[in-house]
Nanobody
Framework: QVQLVESGGGSVQAGGSLKLSCAAS????????MGWFRQAPGKEREFVAA????????NYADSVKGRFTISRDNTKTTVYLQMNSLKPEDTAVYYC???????????????????????WGQGTQVTVSS
């Protein structure tokens, strides 16, 4: 079992920045992909970004490309989401997710569905005011 703990959420004005962190309780051999999702009130949870733990490859939703950056710290088993140029439509609860290793090749570009992930954090609120 992998436990994920997010931190770093808060309130910011449009154009501002926030950095989210997600610390995993298990070492990285238990994880193949880590991702960030978000859910705004009354909306479905949506994919934001994902990262392959072994080589650091990344994938982003079109809505955040060029503004958000996902990264990892191997020594801390932590993944980050740097969010710049924030917009009011970025307001949501942000969730960290992790996927166990599977047999075969994992195509990062396909890791955009919630069902691809095995473990979830409790979520952290991000509010962007105009």
């Amino acid at each position: 079992q992998v436990q994920l703990v997010e931190s770093g959420g808060g309130s910011v004005q449009a154009g501002g920045s926030l950095k989210l962190s997600c610390a995993a309780s298990r070492r990285t051999f238990s994880i193949s992909v880590m991702g960030w999702f978000r859910q705004a009130p009354g909306k479905e949870r949506e994919f934001v970004a994902a990262l392959t733990w072994s080589d650091g490859s990344t994938n982003y939703a079109d809505s955040v490309k060029g503004r958000f950056t996902i990264s990892r710290d191997n020594t801390k088993t932590t993944v980050y989401l740097q969010m710049n140029s924030l917009k009011p439509e970025d307001t949501a609860v942000y969730y960290c997710a992790a996927r166990r290793p599977r047999r075969g090749i994992t195509a990062l570009a396909t890791m955009t569905g919630q069902y691809e992930y095995d473990y979830w954090g409790q979520g952290t609120q991000v509010t962007v005011s105009s």
